[in-house]
């Protein structure tokens, strides 16, 4: 990263660390307002919601709305930079990287048909934490923690979600989603990132993004 990118860069996480619910006039969602049924998103209510604050060429900025159980799916930002803050509730946020080799690791690669050989990636799982409003924010870059899937626990959960440059599928940046095949096993010294097969998928059917209006104060850019 260029020095300048990365004090500007650290200048965001700590802006980003600071930032609440109130600053954004949210009012966190109850519980009972997003309770789980036996199929909780029927009748065309989405699992997760957009507020969308403003986008440039250079960045997007918004907020996701989780309701109780529900999940963005495991996903990429190819080439993006992110910062992801919770402006209330709890999110579990599992990290992964593809590793550019295809051999040498500690899994063989899980039986397929052939025609799905393709869509085999191997990976590694970085890390799995939770994170609330008292959390600094977890941030992903081109080649550290790119993919990630992250899970409402406890109630429902917003966060806010600002990337860099944004997702543009005309200019290589579209979102690829991704399901875990096999067991993760270690693969460091210290146990803490273990080694796992992805194939790429199609967007689970379980999952869409429903929008709705932002509340909060105008960005003047």
């Given at each position: 990263?260029?020095?300048?990118?990365?004090?500007?860069?650290?200048?965001?996480?700590?802006?980003?660390?600071?930032?609440?619910?109130?600053?954004?006039?949210?009012?966190?969602?109850?519980?009972?307002?997003?309770?789980?049924?036996?199929?909780?998103?029927?009748?065309?209510?989405?699992?997760?919601?957009?507020?969308?604050?403003?986008?440039?060429?250079?960045?997007?900025?918004?907020?996701?709305?989780?309701?109780?159980?529900?999940?963005?799916?495991?996903?990429?930002?190819?080439?993006?930079?992110?910062?992801?803050?919770?402006?209330?509730?709890?999110?579990?946020?599992?990290?992964?990287?593809?590793?550019?080799?295809?051999?040498?690791?500690?899994?063989?690669?899980?039986?397929?048909?052939?025609?799905?050989?393709?869509?085999?990636?191997?990976?590694?799982?970085?890390?799995?934490?939770?994170?609330?409003?008292?959390s600094g924010p977890c941030v992903l870059s081109p080649d550290r923690d790119n993919l990630h899937q992250i899970d409402a626990v406890d109630g429902p959960t917003a966060f806010m979600d600002?990337?860099?440059?944004?997702?543009?599928?005309?200019?290589?940046?579209?979102?690829?989603?991704?399901?875990?095949?096999?067991?993760?096993?270690?693969?460091?010294?210290?146990?803490?990132?273990?080694?796992?097969?992805?194939?790429?998928?199609?967007?689970?059917?379980?999952?869409?993004?429903?929008?709705?209006?932002?509340?909060?104060?105008?960005?003047?850019?």
């Amino acid at each position: 990263m260029h020095p300048g990118c990365s004090k500007n860069h650290g200048k965001l996480k700590t802006l980003m660390t600071e930032v609440r619910a109130a600053d954004l006039k949210l009012v966190p969602r109850r519980a009972e307002d997003s309770a789980p049924r036996p199929n909780p998103y029927h009748h065309g209510v989405p699992p997760v919601t957009y507020m969308h604050i403003c986008e440039t060429d250079q960045f997007s900025m918004g907020v996701f709305l989780l309701k109780t159980g529900a999940s963005i799916p495991l996903h990429d930002h190819p080439g993006m930079h992110g910062v992801l803050k919770v402006l209330y509730g709890k999110v579990r946020i599992s990290c992964f990287d593809r590793l550019e080799r295809h051999g040498g690791g500690t899994q063989a690669a899980p039986p397929l048909p052939p025609a799905q050989m393709g869509a085999l990636r191997r990976s590694v799982l970085r890390s799995s934490a939770e994170y609330t409003e008292e959390s600094g924010p977890c941030v992903l870059s081109p080649d550290r923690d790119n993919l990630h899937q992250i899970d409402a626990v406890d109630g429902p959960t917003a966060f806010m979600d600002i990337l860099a440059p944004p997702y543009d599928p005309d200019d290589g940046r579209d979102c690829h989603y991704y399901q875990v095949l096999t067991e993760s096993e270690p693969n460091s010294a210290d146990g803490k990132e273990k080694e796992v097969w992805l194939m790429e998928i199609s967007q689970p059917s379980h999952f869409w993004c429903g929008g709705e209006p932002y509340p909060g104060p105008e960005v003047h850019l």
